[in-house]
């Protein structure tokens, strides 16, 4: 018989988590990544450094969608919204991890400020499953939406050559719009539109700032 977890049991989980996140290796579905047929192009030493940039952006956009959904399942109050929860944080690791070996191999670093945006998505996140699983899949759906519009500005500005690299967004894309409509199809609610703004505030914060740090 399994053993009830304890409030301090879940919050070991979540530190264990947390640091595989931001310093570890997290639990992934261990999908092949995306790239793994493709050859690398030489890119100039301008493409290499902006690729680099741009993946460091989405690194940091990952660790924050990793908090988010981690906070989420743990207020949830309906099982299957958990689950649900749970199952798109691994293939949010998925992109973790994708986008931090493109971000080795251009011999450059993750963002600094990460733990400061997981610290604060997961207790966004935290806030949001307490409210009530309808808001905290808006929420999701939400985010996905704007994170969407990112990848595709990311695309339209990184090098064609960098085959790679864009290999990932455009699968990260695809699971992304792929969890939007998920969360809005479980009984996710329509946020309001001062939320909205607030959030693609936010965003644009973490984006700039993870850009160049």
Known sequence: ???KLSSLDRIIIECDKAIKTLIGTPETTERILPDS?????????AEQQESSRLMRVNHAGEVSAQALYQ???LTANLPE????????A????????????????????TSVFNPLWYAGSFAIGAVAGKI?????????????????????????????????????????????????????????????????????LMSKVMTKSSYWI
């Open 71 to 73: 906070g989420q399942a």
């Open 90 to 109: 691994l293939e949010e690791n998925d992109h973790l991890v994708w986008c931090q070996q493109r971000i080795h191999y251009f011999g450059s670093h």
């Open 37 to 45: 047929e493709l050859a690398e192009n030489e890119l100039t030493a």
């Open 132 to 200: 009530g699983d309808k808001w905290s899949l808006g929420f999701v759906a939400e985010t996905e939406k704007q994170v969407v519009k990112h990848l595709d500005e990311h695309l339209s500005v990184i090098s064609e050559q960098d085959v790679k690299s864009r290999s990932i967004l455009e699968q990260m894309k695809r699971d992304e719009l792929h969890h939007g409509t998920t969360a809005m199809e479980a009984g996710g609610a329509e946020l309001p539109q001062l939320v909205k703004t607030v959030m693609g």
């Open 1 to 3: 018989m399994l053993r």
């Open 81 to 88: 919204v958990r689950l649900a929860m749970e199952h798109a």
